[in-house]
């Protein structure tokens, strides 16, 4: 009997306890950690005209014919708890196609190797390749990344922050239409790596931009094509036309060795300078009669009735290859040279991902680039993916101690852009070899 007493006493006072608790619990707020980081700001450079662009963050761009952009910016990226920090971007677009240094600024946080399980199992389960561990010394506040919406492995890698995880840092990423546009960030210092053409590539070397190329995105097929209207149905057909295609791009480059390889003289058509944005509008509207262009806009051009008179295969096939590399800052890679290698292997495992999981690889770059799984996947298929230890190739970059075939197709194609006026002068053949540079290559294939 005294013991159920005693029970029936303490019942009540457990029970006032144990609410007691549970009310300061969850009155009680969890501690938050958001560490700040602020990307340096991008060098002023005077210009004579001016594009302005309405950002989250605030920033004002200059172009010249010379590509100098001044450039202000603050960001503020939140990591490692935030993980991804949009910010949008709007820019006033011209008719005749304005340069604007960045069409879209995020910033990305770092990522532990468990904070995202895609891209830690892209990583380290579906790579074909075993890559060597680089252990970076020195790291930058953040990397600036310059990037283009063409299906390749940089989206790949961008959707499965494997850059994030690699490199420990925060990613700013910054969207670019064209290579001329990352030449003119490069010679601002608002990026520290980007991707350009072969041709913007051919000419930023010839002009002593402060980068080297260092590595292949993809190597280009029918991903660029020359689309007409359903009248023209032959080269001799273009006499007398408009054609649209982004000046100083690949798509230039190819364009005119069509018009040179079909006897079609400069005062024989008209070729006029869009970037692919201003150029679908200006096909929208009839003022141009054909484009030379690349994905997604190309696929764009085809279903509002443009049909393909020829490709970049088609003209590589003549003895003129284009192809997108990658670009880094000498100031940048000086410093920081393992996580250049360290990026460059997150491409190549992106690449290994492809092969071993196409329809993953067509997801992410749909997602990207806001198109269908299949549209993907057929855009992917118009271009040649390669491994780093692949780019190594004498046909391609070669290493430090035998360079391979890359210094001379930049050299050939100066020496063309020279010829048609789009450049003034071109260096010799060692300054294309030197500009070139395996060395992160080997690094990141362990070579």
């Not at 960045?102 to 892209?122: L, M």
């Not at 546009?181 to 072969?198: C, K, W």
């Not at 749909?366 to 004498?394: C, F, M, N, R, V």
């Not at 075939?405 to 060692?430: C, M, R």
Request: aromatic fraction near 6%; hydrophobic fraction near 40%.
């Amino acid at each position: 009997m005294l013991q159920r007493y005693v029970h029936a006493l303490l019942i009540p006072v457990i029970l006032v306890t144990l609410l007691t608790l549970a009310g300061c619990s969850a009155s009680s707020p969890a501690p938050t950690v958001a560490p700040t980081v602020a990307p340096t700001e991008a060098p002023t450079a005077t210009t004579a005209a001016t594009t302005s662009s309405t950002q989250t963050v605030t920033s004002t761009a200059a172009t010249t014919s010379t590509q100098i952009v001044t450039s202000t910016e603050a960001v503020t990226a939140t990591v490692p708890t935030t993980p991804t920090q949009a910010v949008t971007s709007t820019a006033p677009v011209t008719a005749t196609g304005a340069v604007t240094p960045a069409t879209g600024v995020t910033t990305t946080g770092a990522v532990t190797p468990t904070g995202t399980v895609s891209a830690t199992k892209a990583a380290t389960t579906t790579s074909a390749t075993a890559y060597p561990p680089i252990t970076s010394g020195q790291k930058p506040a953040l990397v600036r990344i310059g990037y283009q919406a063409i299906p390749n492995a940089e989206l790949v890698a961008k959707q499965l922050k494997l850059h994030e995880q690699a490199l420990g840092v925060p990613i700013e990423w910054r969207q670019f239409e064209s290579g001329r546009d990352v030449n003119t960030a490069i010679a601002a210092g608002s990026i520290d790596i980007g991707l350009v053409g072969s041709s913007p590539a051919s000419s930023g070397i010839a002009r002593g931009l402060p980068y080297d190329v260092i590595a292949f995105y993809d190597v280009i097929g029918d991903s660029e094509a020359l689309a007409v209207r359903s009248t023209i149905h032959s080269f001799a057909d273009l006499k007398g036309k408009k054609i649209g295609t982004p000046f100083g791009s690949t798509t230039h480059y190819s364009l005119l060795q069509v018009l040179k390889i079909n006897n079609i003289g400069p005062n024989d058509a008209t070729v006029l300078d869009f970037n692919p944005s201003d150029l679908l509008a200006a096909w929208t509207r009839g003022d141009i009669d054909a484009a030379y262009v690349w994905q997604p806009t190309l696929q764009k051009l085809y279903d509002s009735g443009g049909k393909k008179l020829i490709a970049s295969d088609e003209v590589a096939a003549k003895g003129f290859p284009t192809f997108d590399v990658a670009v880094a800052t000498h100031d940048f890679s000086s410093k920081y040279p393992e996580i250049v290698a360290l990026y460059l292997q997150d491409l190549s495992k992106a690449v290994d991902l492809y092969r071993a999981d196409p329809k993953q690889a067509a997801d992410l770059i749909a997602k990207e680039l806001s198109i269908t799984p299949e549209e993907a996947a057929a855009q992917a298929k118009g271009l040649i993916w390669l491994t780093a230890a692949e780019q190594l190739d004498p046909k391609y970059f070669g290493t430090k101690d035998k360079p391979g075939a890359l210094g001379q197709a930049f050299k050939t194609t100066a020496d063309f852009l020279v010829e048609q006026k789009v450049i003034d002068s071109a260096p010799d053949l060692a300054t294309f070899q030197k500009g070139a540079n395996p060395t992160f290559l080997q690094l990141a294939a362990g070579k």
